[in-house]
C-alpha cells in the first residue's frame, strides 16, 4: 500500500523555522512507522535525522508525535495509525535537528529523584540476597517497567508549562524506589518532590498515562506519591 | 583540531559490560565511559529470560553442573579455565546485583527467584534444573537500569551520544580514542592509559535479527583495522524463536515456563531431536530442529515458521506428559494469568506485531540471528590477547558481546550473555585501572583524529552511484540466506563473493547530508562500512572450519571432527588480505564427548 508521511523538518544549519515535508513510500500494513521512516531516510531524503535503536518498544529511543499522540515509532504499526501519517518531534524539549530532541535535561530531572536504592544498614551476614516477598516486590513492579523514553512527560501539559517540572517520568522513578521495601531514601525523595517543581503541578490531566508505551498507570503512581507525601506513610 | 580529553581508562559502550567496567574501574582511576547512546539505550536492555547462576534457590544446583553445562553448551569449544571462572563467580556476581538494587522476582521465601532455561541441567539426572535468575521477561532492562543507576550514584562520567570511531595505538599499546559529539559533529581525541571496548555484537550483517539497529559491530571493525585479530567469528547464534519476519525475540524463558515448538501437522517436535529435555535443548539444536521441519515441509501451511505455543491447555498437557513438578512436589500446572505474569512483555509483543494474545493463540516463529560468540580474543581479565602465546596488548581491554574469552565455544547457554557482561565487565574494569595505576601516558600523536577524518571526507564525496540503504539489504540478505543456520562450500563462496562486491561498491556511495548537526547519514554509512568488514570475516572464516560445531552448522561437513577442529579460529585482516590462523581450546576438566539432550 502507498503510505503518506509528512515529517516535521528542521536543520538549524540551514532553516530559520521548521516546515513539514510530505514524502509517500510503499509499505506494509503491518510495517511499524520506523520501517516507513527508514525507507524515507534510505531512499528519499538521507538528511531526516531520527533517534532508533532496539526497533521493538524496550530502549525508549524512537518517542516521537504521530498523528498528534506521543507513540514509539517502532511499537506502531500503519495498520493502527492508517496510510495519512503525520510525525513531528515529541514537545516541550529543544528541537536539534528534524525529529531528534535535547534530552539532557530530562535526564538531568530523573537524576534529580535520586535513582538508586538506598540503603545504608549491613547487608545480610551470609552474603546472600536481601529477603523480600513475592507481594513486597509487585509493590512497585510498574514501576520498574519504565524505558525513559519521555512520552509521558513530553505529553504533559504542566511541562509545556513549565520545563522546570521534572515531569511525570521522574516521578515514576521516584515510585520505583520508594515503594521498593529494600529502600530507605524515601523521606530524601519525598522531601525532593515536595518542592515546587514536584508533585504539586501534576494536575491529573492523565496525558501521560495514555502516552506510556509500556502502559504505566502513571497518573495512579504519581497519587501515591500525593498519598504517601500528606499521610507520611508508604504502603 | 579536535578537542582533547585526559582519562586513565575510557570505557568504550555503556551496556551492561562497560556500565559494570565503568563502575569498577572509576573506583581506582579517573575513568570516562564514551555511549554512541544514551546508557540506557543500549542493547542489554532487551535481553529477557534471565541471568544464571547456581543460587539453588529451588532445588539442587552446584557451580560444577553450571561449568559442565556451559561446556557441553559450547560443543566443547569453550575455554574451560575461563569457563570455571565464570560459574563460579556467577553465584556473587548476582548477589551484588540484587544488593545494588536489581528488582528480581521472589520465592514464596522471599529469595531470588530461578526459572529453567535451555540446557541448564541437574548433571546426575539430566533433568531441567532452575537456574536462570529472572525478573519478569525484562531481566536485562533490569541490570542495565540498575547498573546506570549504581553510575550515578557513583558520579561516573559519562560522555553520552559520542561515537567512538578509532582507536589510537602508540608502540603497541592502547593510547586513546577519537570519537565525534553527535549534537555537535565535532571530533574529540581521548588520551588514555587504558581503553576497553564494550561494543556489543554485531547481529544487523542479518536479515531477521532480534539485534537493535545499532549492533553494527564497530568495535571489532575499529580494532580489526588496527591489525588485532578478531576470534570464532564463524560462530553466530541463530535463536530458535524469533517473532515470523520481525525476528523480535521471544524469550527461552517461555519454554521454560512450558511452552513447546509445534509443526504445521500439529506435533510437538522436539522430543524427536532432544528425547531428554526436549523443548530445552540448546539453542543451535533447537534452530536446526525448526529448520529441518521447515526444510520437510513441516512449517506452518508449508511456509517457513512454526508455532511457539504457551497456551495454558497445551502446557499442561505437556507438563503431564514429561512429569514435571512444582518444587514442592505438585504436578505443574499453568492458567493463563501465569503467562501474564511470568512473560508480560512477550504477550505484549504479540498482540503489538503480530496480533496475537499467546494465552489463547499460538505464535508464529522462526529462528532468528541473537548472538555473536565471536569476538575480539581475550583472557578471563579482560586482556585483549592477539596470538596463540597469551601475548596481550598493553592497555587494551575487551568485555560483553563483542569480546571472545571465550566462554560460549561455538554456542552459548541462554542466560549466560548476562552472566558474560556482568562478570568479565568487572574484571575488565579492575584490570584496566590496576594497569593504569602502574603505567604512563604514551605520547599521544599529532593529528590522531586526521585518518577518520578523512575517511568521513570521503563518505561525503562518493559519485553517489550506489545507495546505502539498498547495499545494506542486499548484505543482509545474502548472509542470512548463506551464512545461516546451515552452510556449505558453494553458498558460502557465493557469499563471500558477494560481500566483496559489497564493500567495492561501497566506494560509490555519497552521503547526501553536508551538515555536522547529528548527521545519522553520515554515521550509517560508516557503520555499514563496519558491518562489511565483519561480513566479509565471519563468511571467511566459516569457509574455512570444516566440520559442524554448535552455531556452525555445514550440510557438507556434518559432524564435528575434533581431530582437525578441536581449536578457535583467530583472523587478521592485512594489507586487505585475510589471514587465518588458529590456537588450542583450553580443556582441563572435561574432555569432548557426542552432545546429546
Redesign the interface.
Known amino acids: 500500500m502507498e503510505v503518506t508521511i509528512k515529517i516535521f523538518r528542521y ?4 532553516d530559520k523555522r521548521g516546515h513539514y515535508e510530505t514524502y509517500k513510500v510503499e509499505a506494509h500494513e ?1 510495517d511499524r512507522v520506523l520501517d516507513v521512516l ?1 525507507l524515507v ?3 528519499k ?3 531526516l ?13 524512537d518517542a516521537m508525535r504521530i498523528n498528534g499522540r506521543n507513540m514509539l515509532a517502532c ?1 506502531t ?1 500503519i495498520r493502527d495509525v492508517g496510510a495519512n501519517i503525520t510525525v513531528e518531534p515529541i514537545m516541550g524539549l529543544k528541537v ?3 525529529l ?1 530532541v ?2 539532557n535535561p530530562f ?1 538531568d530531572n530523573y ?1 534529580k529523584m535520586l ?3 538506598i ?1 545504608d544498614n549491613p ?1 545480610p551476614a551470609d ?8 507481594e ?2 509487585a509493590r ?2 510498574e514501576s ?2 519504565c ?2 523514553c519521555a512520552a509521558c512527560t513530553t505529553s504533559c501539559p504542566s511541562f509545556w508549562a513549565s520545563d522546570e517540572y521534572y515531569g511525570p517520568a521522574a516521578l515514576v522513578t521516584a515510585h520505583r ?1 520508594i515503594f ?1 521495601s ?2 530507605e531514601g524515601a523521606e530524601q525523595r519525598l522531601h525532593v518532590l515536595s518542592e515546587t517543581n514536584g508533585t504539586a503541578r501534576c494536575h491529573t490531566a492523565y496525558n501521560c498515562t495514555e502516552a506510556c508505551p509500556r ?1 504505566i498507570q502513571i497518573t495512579k503512581a504519581i497519587g501515591e506519591l500525593k498519598m504517601a507525601m500528606v499521610t507520611g506513610k508508604i504502603d | 583540531m579536535s578537542k582533547v580529553h585526559q582519562f586513565e581508562v575510557i570505557v568504550v559502550g555503556a551496556g551492561g559490560a562497560g556500565l559494570m567496567a565503568g563502575l569498577y574501574a572509576s573506583r581506582n582511576a579517573k575513568t570516562a565511559v564514551i555511549s554512541k ?2 546508557p ?4 542489554t ?2 535481553a529477557q529470560g534471565g541471568i544464571s547462576a547456581a543460587l539453588g534457590n529451588y532445588e539442587e544446583d552446584k557451580p560444577e553442573w553450571h561449568m559442565y553445562d556451559t561446556v557441553k553448551g559450547s560443543d566443547y569449544l569453550g575455554d574451560q579455565d575461563a569457563i570455571e571462572f565464570m560459574t563460579n563467580e556467577a553465584i ?1 556476581a548476582v ?1 551484588e546485583l ?4 536489581l ?10 527467584s530461578q526459572r529453567p532455561f535451555g540446557g541448564h541441567t541437574n548433571n546426575e539426572t539430566g533433568k531441567p534444573v532452575r537456574r536462570a535468575a529472572h ?2 521477561d ?1 531481566t536485562g ?2 541490570i542495565l ?1 540498575t547498573l546506570y ?2 553510575c ?2 557513583n558520579n561516573v562520567t559519562f560522555f ?1 551520544e559520542y561515537q567512538v570511531l578509532d582507536f589510537i595505538m602508540v608502540d603497541g599499546k592502547a593510547t586513546g580514542v577519537v570519537a565525534i559529539e553527535l ?1 555537535t559533529g565535532e571530533l574529540h581525541t581521548f588520551h588514555a592509559k587504558a581503553v576497553i571496548f564494550a561494543t556489543g555484537g554485531y547481529g544487523r550483517i542479518f536479515e531477521v535479527t532480534s539485534n ?3 549492533y553494527t559491530g564497530d568495535g571489532c571493525s575499529i580494532l580489526l583495522r588496527h591489525g588485532i585479530p578478531l576470534e570464532d567469528m564463524e560462530f553466530f547464534q541463530f535463536h530458535p524463536t524469533g517473532i515470523y519476519k ?1 525476528g ?1 525475540l521471544i524469550t527461552e524463558g517461555a519454554r521454560g515456563e512450558g511452552a513447546v515448538l509445534i509443526n504445521g501437522k500439529g506435533e510437538r517436535f522436539m522430543p524427536k531431536y532432544a528425547p531428554t529435555v526436549k523443548d530445552l535443548a540448546s539453542r543451535d539444536v533447537v534452530s536446526r530442529a525448526i529448520y529441518n521441519e521447515i526444510k520437510a515441509g513441516n512449517g506452518i501451511d508449508g511456509k517457513n515458521y512454526v508455532y511457539l505455543d504457551i497456551r495454558p491447555e497445551t502446557v499442561n498437557k505437556f507438563a503431564a506428559l514429561d512429569g514435571r513438578t512444582n518444587p514442592d512436589g505438585s504436578p505443574y500446572l499453568i492458567t493463563g494469568d501465569t503467562v501474564l505474569t511470568k512473560i508480560p ?1 512477550i504477550v ?2 504479540c498482540r ?2 503480530l496480533g496475537v494474545d499467546p494465552v489463547t493463540q499460538m505464535m508464529p516463529i522462526q529462528p532468528t540471528a541473537h548472538y555473536a560468540m565471536g569476538g575480539i580474543p581475550t583472557n578471563k581479565y579482560g586482556e585483549v590477547v592477539i596470538d596463540d602465546k597469551g601475548t596481550t596488548v598493553p592497555g587494551l581491554y575487551a568485555a560483553g558481546e563483542c569480546a571472545c574469552v571465550s566462554v560460549h565455544g561455538a554456542n552459548r547457554l541462554g542466560t549466560n550473555s548476562l552472566l558474560d557482561l556482568v562478570v568479565f565487565g568487572k574484571h575488565a574494569g579492575l584490570k584496566a585501572a590496576e594497569y593504569a595505576k602502574n603505567a604512563d601516558y604514551q605520547k599521544m600523536p599529532d593529528g590522531a583524529e586526521s585518518s577518520i577524518r578523512s575517511e568521513l571526507e570521503a563518505l561525503k564525496n562518493g559519485s553517489g552511484k550506489e ?4 547495499l545494506s539489504n542486499e548484505m543482509k540478505n545474502v548472509m542470512f540466506s548463506d551464512v545461516g543456520i546451515y552452510r556449505n562450500e558453494k553458498d558460502m563462496t557465493s557469499a563471500l563473493e558477494k560481500v566483496r562486491e559489497l564493500q567495492k561498491r561501497f566506494k560509490e556511495v555519497k ?3 553536508t ?7 553520515l554515521l550509517n554509512a560508516w557503520e555499514l562500512s563496519n558491518m562489511l568488514e565483519i561480513a566479509e570475516v565471519v563468511a571467511a572464516s566459516a569457509l574455512n572450519r570444516k566440520e559442524s560445531r554448535g552455531g556452525h552448522a555445514r550440510d557438507d561437513y556434518q559432524e564435528r571432527d575434533d581431530e582437525n577442529w578441536l581449536k578457535h579460529t583467530l583472523i587478521t585482516k592485512k594489507n586487505g588480505k585475510l589471514e587465518i590462523k588458529y590456537k588450542p581450546v583450553v580443556i582441563t576438566k572435561h574432555q569432548p564427548k557426542a552432545r546429546v539432550y
Open positions: 536543520n538549524p544549519e540551514k503491518n527508514e531516510k534510505g531512499h531524503d538521507g538528511t535525522s531520527f533517534r532508533r535503536s532496539c526497533a521493538h518498544g524496550v530502549c525508549g529511543s511499537k504499526l536539534a535537528k528534524d531528534i535535547d534530552m535526564f537524576k535513582p538508586y536504592l540503603n547487608l552474603g546472600k540476597e536481601r529477603l523480600q516477598s513475592p513486597q516486590r512497585f513492579d520498574t517497567k524505558i525513559l524506589f521498593d529494600r529502600d502502559d | 547512546l544514551y540506557t539505550r543500549s542493547h536492555g532487551a556473587d548477589l540484587e544488593h545494588m538494587g528488582p528480581f522476582d521472589r520465592t514464596p521465601e522471599g529469595k531470588i525478573a519478569a525484562r532492562h533490569m537500569q543507576q549504581q550515578i550514584k553520552d549534537a537493535a539497529y545499532v520481525l523480535i512483555d505484549d509483543f503489538v506485531y545507495n546505502a540503504f539498498d552521503v547526501s547530508d551538515g555536522k548537526i547529528f548527521n545519522t547519514e
